[in-house]
């Protein structure tokens, strides 16, 4: 007799307090990423003058991507969008205060900047 293995997916690491972020995350969510411009794609339209731009940017510290598209008419951002790298974001806890960072920031052994540098 056959016996099917379910094929498990690649299971990603889940982060579930603040314990369990990276440092890079918890110096991010104490004091913002550290954005990078990548690049800027451009949409032109059938008249060849520019309907959007779509701007890439990545954080220095946590390697967070920001996508935002940008319109050419209004200059307004229509979308912005964040990848988060893993053990970033914190599953099923709701919002966090900062005070729980910090705390945590200071709990760990090197909790200077470049002790968060791996
Ligand atoms: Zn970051």
Same mark, same amino acid.
């Given at each position: 007799m056959k016996i099917k293995v379910p094929v498990e997916p690649e299971k990603k690491p889940v982060a579930t307090?603040? /314990?369990?972020?990276t440092d890079e995350a918890l110096w991010c969510r104490t004091e913002r990423h550290l954005w990078k411009w990548v690049k800027d794609e451009i949409t032109v339209g059938t008249d060849a003058k520019p309907v959007e731009f779509r701007r890439h940017n990545e954080c220095l510290r946590c390697k967070a991507r920001k996508n935002r598209t940008i319109s /050419?008419?209004?200059?307004?951002?229509q979308r912005s969008r964040i990848a988060y790298p893993d053990l970033y974001l914190i599953k099923g806890a709701g919002r966090h205060h900062s005070s729980e960072f910090y705390r945590e920031q200071m709990a760990?052994?090197?909790?200077t900047e470049s002790g968060a540098k791996r």
């Amino acid at each position: 007799m056959k016996i099917k293995v379910p094929v498990e997916p690649e299971k990603k690491p889940v982060a579930t307090t603040p /314990a369990d972020i990276t440092d890079e995350a918890l110096w991010c969510r104490t004091e913002r990423h550290l954005w990078k411009w990548v690049k800027d794609e451009i949409t032109v339209g059938t008249d060849a003058k520019p309907v959007e731009f779509r701007r890439h940017n990545e954080c220095l510290r946590c390697k967070a991507r920001k996508n935002r598209t940008i319109s /050419a008419r209004t200059w307004t951002v229509q979308r912005s969008r964040i990848a988060y790298p893993d053990l970033y974001l914190i599953k099923g806890a709701g919002r966090h205060h900062s005070s729980e960072f910090y705390r945590e920031q200071m709990a760990r052994p090197a909790h200077t900047e470049s002790g968060a540098k791996r």
